[in-house]
């Protein structure tokens, strides 16, 4: 690698590329990272981390109502959005900061540039200077996208933006089913916002398991925030101060506010991918095979910008794996099954393994667990909420094939059932562990019979 002016070069200083920049560097690559805008990525600096704080936030207000029944008078609480906004970017620029200092005491040099490719070798940064590597890894992420474009599209927000706002919006229209639709509903609504939340689907959270679906927009609703489905919003017209929403059915809808969370499609544009022959899937993301390579076979992908599972931990895995079969001599595919995940809304989803129409139509007996009951929390509370938990069991092999939480600690509940459905754990397993009393969690070891049992039609 001698005719080269590093080993590795990552375009891309998020969660995949800081991840594989460390650790090329560590196996003795000489490596170089480009970020054109902060170091972290989508996750630390305008996404993950920051969403999470603001949940953080938006919980008070519950607490605070719950706290009567328990006893406490609670003087009248205010809210104060420019000091969370600044309180959140203090730490943001502590993790970035962080995420710097690795890379340097890892060896590895960053360029604060944006960074495209010129042909299979050679990067060419901002300033014009090129960059010879004998390897390149692709970690440029994903972007929010707006769908199709409506009158007044200019007017409206991504998930970007609403970390910044300078002034906490009293009425927001969000359009969009997925997690940060949903995410940011939880949040706006419980820093005390009017919430909107617009999806053109019949149900929220598309590709999550139906009960938990639907349980969610309930619990949603119950909290205040209006869910309409079967709707989009058509236009965003400029009125007196705020904006009036048309929706696709003829009402508006006032907002200071308008959030578009449609989607995100991955960071390829003016790459330079064609000039260095990276072939594109048919979604438009970098084409990989199962150690992360492209059509190129010097040059790699890693991250949403591959869009397989577009989780942090995915980019991270990925980003480690690729280092380790290039410079480590231990090629590593990335096993992408059972990657638990959770929507961090009000009340909180933690998911992981199949659905129940998943399981229904891969096996040949599916068996469901449900429960459905109000948390102890709730009960002095007087708070009208209720937790679901689902267990999706093979019915021949008796393997939990999926766990769905809807309430309080369901992400955490789901980080660690995927350590027992990841090692192939049966329902026996779990029955035969001793209950942690008093806990929501405890449901998932004592729910002894099925409440329902799906047999597969055998196909002609
Ligand atoms: C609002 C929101 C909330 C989320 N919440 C969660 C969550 O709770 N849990 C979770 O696991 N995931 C969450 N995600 C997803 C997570 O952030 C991504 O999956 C993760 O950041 C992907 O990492 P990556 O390395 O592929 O890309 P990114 O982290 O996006 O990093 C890509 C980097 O490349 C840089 N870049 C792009 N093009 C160039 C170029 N040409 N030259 C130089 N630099 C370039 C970008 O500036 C960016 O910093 C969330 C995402 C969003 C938007």
Redesign the pocket.
């Known amino acids: 690698m001698a005719d080269y002016d590093v080993d590795l070069f990552v ?8 991840r594989a920049a460390r650790i090329a560097a560590e196996h003795g690559a000489r490596v170089m990272v ?15 981390v920051p ?2 704080l603001f949940v953080y936030a938006s919980r008070f207000h519950g607490e605070f109502e719950d706290a009567a029944g328990y006893g406490w008078t609670v003087p009248q609480s205010t809210f104060d959005w420019a000091t969370l906004v600044a309180n959140k970017d203090r730490e943001i620029a502590r993790l970035e900061a962080a995420y710097g200092a690795t890379l340097a005491k890892a060896g590895a040099k960053v360029a604060k ?4 490719l010129v042909d299979r070798h050679t990067v060419q940064l901002a300033s014009g200077e090129r960059v010879r590597a004998a390897y390149i890894l692709v ?4 972007t ?1 996208t707006y769908g199709d474009s409506i009158p007044g599209i200019e007017h409206a927000i991504s ?2 933006e ?1 970390f910044h706002l300078r002034e906490f919006p009293s009425r927001v229209v969000i359009q969009g089913g997925g ?2 639709a949903v ?2 509903a939880g949040i706006f609504a419980g820093l005390g916002a009017h919430v909107t939340l617009v999806y053109r689907g019949d149900m929220i959270l598309r590709g999550f398991d139906d009960d938990v679906r639907k349980h969610l927009r309930v619990e949603m609703e119950a909290r205040g925030i209006r869910v309409l489905t079967g709707c989009k919003v058509a236009a965003i017209e400029q009125a007196s101060g705020h904006f009036s929403v048309r929706m696709s059915s003829g009402n508006h809808v006032p907002a200071d506010r308008v959030l578009f ?1 449609t989607g ?1 499609s991955a ?1 390829v544009a ?2 330079g991918l064609e000039a260095a022959g990276v072939e594109l899937a048919k979604d438009g993301s970098v084409a990989v095979d199962r150690f992360s390579r492209t059509s190129v076979d010097n040059i790699y992908a ?5 869009n397989r599972i ?7 895995r990925e ?1 480690h794996a690729f280092a380790d079969t290039v410079f480590g001599a231990k090629p590593t595919a990335v096993d992408h099954s059972n990657v638990p ?2 929507v ?1 809304s009000e009340p909180e989803v933690g998911t992981v393994g199949l659905t129940e129409s998943e399981a229904r139509a891969q096996l040949v007996q599916t068996d469901v667990y449900k429960a459905m009951f109000k948390p102890l929390k709730a009960t002095l509370s007087g708070r009208s909420t209720s937790v679901l938990m689902k267990l999706i069991v093979d019915g021949l092999s008796g393997r939990v094939v999926g766990c769905h939480v809807v309430g309080e600690g369901a992400a955490e509940m789901a980080q660690l059932a995927a350590v027992a459905v990841k090692m192939g754990a049966s329902k026996a397993d779990f029955d035969a562990t001793i209950a942690l009393h008093p806990t929501a969690a405890e449901e998932f070891v004592t729910m002894r019979k099925p409440t329902a049992s799906f047999v597969r039609e055998a196909a002609e």
């Open positions: 375009i891309g200083g998020g969660s995949g590329g800081v480009a970020e054109e805008y902060r170091l972290g990525g989508t996750c630390v600096i305008r996404g993950c969403k999470k540039s944006r960074a495209v970690a440029t992420g994903g929010p998930s970007n609403a997690y940060i995410e940011f969370a995100r960071n003016k790459l890693v991250g949403d910008v591959t577009n989780l942090t931990p995915v980019a991270i980003g995940t959770a961090f």
